[in-house]
């Protein structure tokens, strides 16, 4: 190598040494005390963290507000539709009790497929109110656990509220049949 190439590649060294180590310095000075107790990067970081919570726990709020409409429309349609159910066979039963069948049993049913809804109404307010605390919980996936949970309960019940209207319509049925063969029969042998 020429002596003007060895010049010249000892001068950028020492510049390039010189741009990084100037600031490095600059860097490593201690701060002015009153700028407070946190350096310009550690501010930047802690802002950044913040701002990244108060992100999540907003798309976590609206999340849930989503959800909760959705389950809020299909927990309304399937309840009024079973309770619609219920009064529609409640007075089938009250015709077949008028015409001198024995309903008992179906209203029996009928009052246990009512007591089933309520609970699941009472349970499905409980589980609204436990996934609208889950954004400020101190622990957000057993508090939406614990939601999921009283969640699935109030589905349950309405489970067992439609298998209760199922079973009356059946014990209804086979009374009208027993009463429509008791009209039959003694009709058919005058």
Avoid: Y
Avoid at 9 to 19: D, M, N, R
Avoid at 59 to 78: H, N, P, S, W, Y
Avoid at 149 to 172: C, F, H, N, T
């Amino acid at each position: 190598m020429s002596a003007k190439k060895r010049v010249a590649w000892v001068a950028l060294t020492c510049i390039l040494v010189l741009a990084v180590a100037i600031p490095t310095a600059a860097i490593a000075l201690p701060k002015h005390q009153g700028l407070g107790r946190l350096h310009l990067s550690q501010m930047s970081v802690a802002t950044t963290l913040a701002a990244t919570g108060r992100r999540v726990a907003g798309a976590i709020e609206m999340r849930i507000a989503a959800v909760l409409q959705r389950r809020k429309t299909r927990f309304d349609t399937a309840s009024g539709r079973l309770s619609d159910r219920i009064a529609r066979v409640r007075a089938i039963a009250d015709k077949v009790a008028a015409a001198g069948g024995d309903v008992s049993a179906t209203k029996a049913l009928l009052d246990s497929a009512s007591a089933h809804l309520t609970k699941a109404s009472d349970l499905e307010a409980q589980a609204v109110a436990a996934f609208q605390a889950v954004p400020s919980a101190s622990d957000r996936r057993t508090a939406f656990a614990a939601a999921r949970a009283i969640g699935r309960s109030a589905a349950a019940e309405l489970v067992a509220a439609r298998k209760d209207v199922r079973s009356a319509i059946v014990d209804l049925r086979s009374v009208v049949s027993a009463l429509k063969s008791s009209a039959q029969s003694p009709a058919g042998s005058n």
